[in-house]
């Protein structure tokens, strides 16, 4: 039972809820609104369903955008606890992710490791970006992550 | 114990461990063999690593690349069995993949779905390369994933 | 928690208990409602269970046919997050389902690979069917799962 | 560490690596032994694998058949002890196989029940086939499960 | 997250509330209402705690019995999907049960397949009695589990 | 990682593959052992399998009978410590006895604590029995559990 | 979810509620109630806290101590279902207990067995207390476990 | 894979061995070592079974009187690793303590809290014997656990 | 499912939420509430999360600052039960702490036992402080553990 | 079975082995190697157990300090793949380290976002110290961890 201490401020699934509802009754897309709103619209996405924050001004604007009020920018605006309760995804689509990190996952280090030296990826000085390759044979999705690479140092 | 069903044939951990030492001796980095071979350096490396197989023709181009014999490039031909230990992996690089998985896996069910309708992205018609963004305030490490989308449909 | 973002969509909880209880009542079986939307008997048990999305327009033919109203077709259309509690089935009939896959999952790998190459079953582009073989020592499932091979591509 | 109390027989892993390098060698396929042998496909992997025993006289013509001596037809009758190691399977081709459980468990136990009543399909009294349905649009597996119905009863 | 997709129907948890309240105020034992209804108190006792299903016959039986509606005929008549949480139950009495399966289950193994050749004790066309040894020096319980034997066969 | 801390005495492994070893080459069975030797084949099979300690006269008897030396039976005599591996057995024979505890586990609690009291059936003051019983639709495996009963107690 | 199938009599939970709150705001202690009632304060505490049963008499003199209802005494008397949820118990004071028997469970494995035979202490027909010494350099915590010793027997 | 950083130091294991050896070898018990070297049977256990680190007198008088040489006596003066395998332990009398601590772990914690205030038993400042009470209705087992109580602090 | 056993003291979560939402609409920070009442901003906060106890005076002076009443300076008194229900947690910033637990445990215990002897450092007689030290290339967290060596003793 | 792609080169279980070998036939402490070579002796430790990469120079230092060769230089600057095997630790040193992130991982995020902002404490860019505060009430434990603050970005 994970908890974000936010008193009385609105919890993030509440206010997920509300924001979804409000983007479907206005028949909005992600996309859209990330476009109006000048923000990426993996990022848009991620902070509307309770995984990342906003600034104030942000909030603000995504709440006056989908017509809600101050209580769902005061909860975008708070810091999530960030929780997923499946170890290993189930979801056909998060799993073939999850798939990709176990099958490829050394690869990566031997690939990342030989261009950069010895350290990561960041998680947190991170971005990423989904897009559509139109394709006769069938579309493809092309996702784009970018992190920063932080390396280990000695003390 | 997972178990390759290889009868005589070179099993994928000592065809790594023969081409590996044979990379480290003469000096190859991944990103060189793969260029010379025209290859992907991510695909070369999961196959090196026993995570795909290679025809046998890009088997054998290999094997004589690193200086090996037929057995190695037997063992590269082999159908893997793609085994992980660890359901959550502890490495800190692979881990960050992980929890980028954990974090945004609803978020890329979102907007890939706005996008493309109900369906995945294919973990197997599926190709990866890495590249690095030079920045004065810290490199970058750009990963970009490209699947095949499949759609459900009904029957 | 599994979270389906849905916002003021019925959830497919809801859905399922509609459908169900009007099935009952109107004492349909789902070979009938099947047969007579002209439709697969498991995959549209599939979508009334919530595990996966039907067209708006078979939403609404199955909406219709069982007296339910607009927000249950909706409920249809709404793309699942494909959840399953229990890694191993408790259940008899699941788990011997669950069996079959611990007990012959190398041998189908070392028999489809040996007729299809290096690859997979998909198990989106895919489609299933139940059929009884009456015999006098005791009637027999019969269990068809037919999906497209997808082979792995070197890149 | 499971245990065959087996004594001085060959224990099954060792069966198998004879059994697959003698089939290697000679360049046969499971398909073609079994043809040679008429016994299904998968029904010869799966105890060539070790995951079924077989009769003597079973034992005794495919070992002659792989040019193999007593004691891989000794080790081929003994009865195995059935034990996977990963309770969620990793291999890709094994875990759709997997997922099709997660996703359509439940449904198909509606449909199997509605058709048979209450009670199971049983994985001892079954069989398999796999079988390639060739398309232009990409080649299908086609996998039929076919075991008795075992209906509950009380007492 | 079990479910039961009873529409309707009473679900089983609501079913084994009544029954057990009527049997508690009517000061009746499982024993009793087995032999007045010419059942075994174990499978009786399992339909109740709604781990089997009854005929339509014996769940009206049970119900009048006990003065209880057609609502609970009918929750008795539903097949359930049976569930249990524990992997490795912690209450005394059934731990003692799953250590006997532990320690005597190769055991197990060995002795049966020793008298029936290669197969298992079916858990479906299954019964089971307890029955009270009085000793002096402490009665004795006798469990008592007879199911059918399943070979396993070629194909 | 078990360890039996046995110093130079021969570990339960090895002490079963010999027992295995010899009763396989005379052409014994664990029945007609036992019978002999005036035991149970359940408990003798235990004891041979190295889950249950004998007395040193048991001990050399069985050794005796075998023609096996006395480091056997010393080994018979040590006791054991009592380790499964697989907290759920994948095994079809074992796992259908731990389905019934899932099962049965509350019926059981519920129909022996009705007729004993609040307490637990020892698996210690334990003994077992395997019968069968020939019936013209399938022989049938009868199972007996005597055990003695332990009151909780107040104090 | 564990279920105990007390049908009307209040379950264990709002039965402790009740005589946790009665005990408060009585300024009451485990320690003054069991000495008044000339019962051990662990047992008087654990049954209390739902994990073991009173006697009819047991009950209605704690019931009538606390100025509690017959129903708090009914739901004493009602046979518990021992579940913890926790396979490793995370509060620090339970945990030191979960990792003495860790540390030293081999080591009192070896030393009760030198002392007594093959064979363990009962859970059961067991008792234990709880006491305070005294020390300027800081209190210690005496506990006490006495359980009867089962031996392993032969049949 | 827990690892001892001992290098050139004899593991734990091998001492074990040999001590054991010699133990059995002298015919000796644990209590009989314990008591000329006037150390706790139980310590003295822990310490011969790698779970505890003896001082180098200490370990210098256990190898003298095994007649085992200094290796043996380094290798109990290390520090140990204290590693257990099971969460949940399956040998029987190993697992009744770990069901004491899962049945009366919050009667353990009210019980002592309430003597004490808040704050643990050490299970390091901490020690435990093991008695023998014999009784004509069979002997008991009584285990004596001493700890420091150590309260917790504000700071 | 923790249970504090509190009778009709205040739960611990719902005195977080009342101190949390005082504190938000006082437009409090933990480090200012700290400082004013002379503590450590860690040990508060942990107290207001219900994860440490105060004493009657410290948390009537909290509840005083915060203008809550004598049912929150109760519940803050209350024995904490200490719960986390993630064995690794997900959130990143406390991932992180579990991955340098993981990393580092070992090399802690090689540098701790060779400054102090065998033994470990108390997490109940513990403290912990947060400082901030700004840093142009980018602030840093520094985290300082104090806590007790607590030997081992021999007995 | 984590996997170091090391080749040839001497793998870091190795390379420990032959460093604490020396260490202790040299009467050398980590401390004294560390203030010698001008590292922290926690930075130092994690190398030579296999868990940090160290440069060249530093390598070559290490092992002439200690009188190795260049294989083991080699191996402590190879980069090594960071594996644990127990998600939750049982050594208690190292579990009371698990424990402070279980008790105060809620409380440490409060405290380091209110002072930081969104965003986490870096376990890569991060240094530890290990000191000895000598106490007459007995010594304490001071850990000191530095890490970057990294704060969460929008895109």
Do not use: H
Request: aromatic fraction near 10%.
């Amino acid at each position: 039972m994970p908890i974000n201490f936010l008193g009385d401020i609105m919890n993030k699934l509440e206010m997920t809820d509300l924001i979804v509802s409000s983007k479907i009754s206005k028949g909005l897309s992600w996309e859209t609104i990330a476009k109006d709103l000048k923000v990426s619209p993996v990022w848009l996405t991620s902070a509307c369903l309770g995984m990342n924050s906003a600034t104030p001004k942000q909030a603000k604007a995504i709440a006056d955008y989908l017509g809600l009020d101050d209580t769902v920018a005061e909860a975008l605006v708070a810091f999530p606890t960030k929780i997923w309760d499946q170890a290993v995804p189930t979801d056909p689509l998060v799993y073939r992710l999850y798939e990709v990190v176990g099958v490829y996952g050394d690869t990566l280090k031997e690939v990342i490791q030989e261009k950069f030296g010895d350290g990561i990826m960041s998680a947190i000085d991170f971005s990423m970006e989904v897009d559509k390759i139109e394709d006769p044979k069938g579309d493809r999705v092309l996702l784009t992550l970018n992190g920063k690479f932080l390396p280990y140092k000695s003390w």
